[in-house]
């Protein structure tokens, strides 16, 4: 079955970055785009990003500019690149395959504050 392993949250500053990872197993990784959502306290699951297989990127109005996914297929890992961060973007952070929606991961908590 489908497993996700995401990893790099902490801590950060407002104005800060961070780099989280998802390595992923139990699919033919290449072959399948990949999201990123993010689940704040008391608030709904939200799609943060989306890479296709083909490395083609979609984004929240709220991160875009902001946050850049990436994939190494080598890996089999995909990446979220999260520059400027502010105190609105602490969640807990996940990554997802959409053809593959049932399979959640741990989850990786960003927490930005002063």
């Known amino acids: 079955q489908v497993q996700l392993v995401e990893s790099g949250g902490g801590l950060v500053q407002p104005g800060g970055s961070l780099r989280l990872s998802c390595v992923v197993s139990?699919?033919?990784?290449?072959?399948?785009?990949m999201s990123w959502y993010r689940q704040a306290p008391g608030k709904q699951r939200e799609l943060v990003a989306l890479?296709?297989?083909?490395?083609?990127?979609v984004y929240a109005g709220s991160v875009k500019g902001r946050f850049t996914a990436s994939r190494d297929n080598t890996k089999n890992t995909v990446y979220l690149q999260m520059n400027s961060l502010k105190p609105e973007d602490t969640a807990t952070y996940y990554c997802?395959?959409?053809?593959?929606?049932?399979?959640w991961g741990q989850g990786t908590q960003v927490t930005v504050s002063s």
């Open positions: 139990g699919i033919v990784f290449r072959a399948y785009a």
């Open positions: 890479i296709s297989s083909g490395g083609y990127t």
């Open positions: 997802r395959s959409p053809s593959h929606p049932e399979a």
